[in-house]
């Protein structure tokens, strides 16, 4: 199982990046696919989830709004679509699966490396 990050890079304050997830290994279609980050010196934190499907979709507080979470099973892929980024968006940003929790967003038990995100003042 492996699940690849990719997409990052820098950009200004209110800024957009999208951010994609492929995976290798095993086929997407059956799992809920899910997005979290760290940023130096801080906890990890669960940032979005998506259904298997794709019917449903959860963020944390502090990206809705602003970020989307997509998938297109048949190319086995998941998006994150970042729009008016922030400073403190700044982080590692990880692909994981399965979505365990949807209340937190944050217990996986796949992930691969992440994909860095530096938003400037």
């Known amino acids: 199982v492996q699940l690849q990050a990719s997409g990052g890079g820098l950009v200004q304050a209110g800024g957009s990046l999208r951010l994609a997830c492929a995976a290798s290994?095993?086929?997407?279609?059956?799992?809920?696919i899910g997005w979290f980050r760290q940023a130096p010196g801080k906890e990890r934190e669960g940032v979005s989830c998506i259904s298997s499907r794709g019917g449903s979709t959860y963020y944390t507080d502090s990206v809705k709004g602003r970020f989307t979470i997509s998938r297109h099973n048949a190319k086995n892929t998941v998006h994150l679509q970042m729009n008016n980024l922030k400073p403190e968006d700044t982080a590692v940003y990880y692909c994981?699966?399965?979505?365990?929790?949807?209340?937190?967003?944050?217990?996986?038990?796949?992930w691969g490396q992440g994909t860095l995100v530096t938003v400037s003042s």
């Open positions: 994981a699966s399965p979505c365990v929790s949807y209340s937190d967003l944050n217990s996986y038990f796949y």
């Open positions: 290994g095993f086929n997407l279609d059956y799992y809920a």
